[in-house]
């Protein structure tokens, strides 16, 4: 089992930044996929950026948060950030950690419990 531990967000007034950490609770070496998700009032949870391949580092990021969201990782504590600036109001969401780990032919996944964002003058 693996879990993930969320911190960093909170209240921000809009065009101010946050950053998030997600540091897994032991060290994996079969880190498939790791990155943020976040989910709105009344939405679905929608991607925010991943590592996709996180050998690699192969990034994916939502189009609305291209330019001003940046995740970046620190491998030996298999940890991902999520930078995120220039906020707008519709950034508000609680925002979530994914992970997918390799074990043998599949791949099990992992969320944590979110932390919330709130931007908002």
């Known amino acids: 089992q693996v879990q993930l531990v969320e911190s960093g967000g909170g209240l921000v007034q809009p065009g101010g930044s946050l950053k998030l950490s997600c540091a897994a609770s032991?060290?994996?070496?079969?880190?498939?996929?790791m990155g943020w998700y976040r989910q709105a009032p009344g939405k679905q949870r929608e991607l925010v950026a991943m590592?996709?391949?996180?050998?690699?580092?192969?990034?994916d990021y939502a189009d609305s948060v291209k330019g001003r969201f940046t995740i970046s990782r620190d491998n030996a504590k298999n940890t991902v950030y999520l930078q995120m600036n220039s906020l707008k109001p519709e950034d508000t969401a609680v925002y979530y950690c994914?992970?997918?780990?390799?074990?043998?032919?599949?791949?099990?996944?992992?969320w944590g419990q979110g932390t919330q964002v709130t931007v908002s003058s």
């Open positions: 994914h992970t997918k780990i390799e074990r043998g032919p599949m791949i099990d996944d992992y």
């Open positions: 032991r060290i994996i070496f079969s880190i498939y996929a």
């Open positions: 590592f996709t391949r996180f050998t690699s580092g192969d990034t």
